[in-house]
């Protein structure tokens, strides 16, 4: 299945539990001191939590994979098509183990297309989003 994915920034993580918990109907499928995650069906989305920036609102969309062969499928059609992909594998971002691609779209805004291999105790590095994504030294690398 692929997943539409929003990762949202917040500075009142409870808060917004409390909020998109009555949104989608139940509690975060994974939650940790600074993160929480729904995997919803209904919408197919990743809708994602964070504290560990200082900007609040949308950090970045994306959309998730279960193979990486579907990863691989799409990031080779934006390669076909002159985008500027920066490649990320075995890489740890937000209590998660994942091959990942990062691109821009012609109005800058910034997407993450991932495939999901296991868990981490770690939550990783952020990215920042506002800087070219070739540039930003890696994203979501292990603490």
Known sequence: MKRLHIHIKTDDLENSIAFYSAMF?????????????????DPAANIALSTNRAATGIGHVGVSFDTVEDLETVAGRLHGHDQDLFQEKE?????????KYWVRDPQGTAWEL???YGESDQYGAEPDVATPIPDNGGCCAPA
Do not use: R
């Open 91 to 99: 890489t740890t971002c937000c209590y998660a183990k994942s091959n």
């Open 114 to 116: 991932f495939q999901t």
């Open 25 to 41: 109907g139940k509690t975060p499928d994974k939650q940790e001191p600074d993160y929480a995650k729904w995997l919803l069906d």
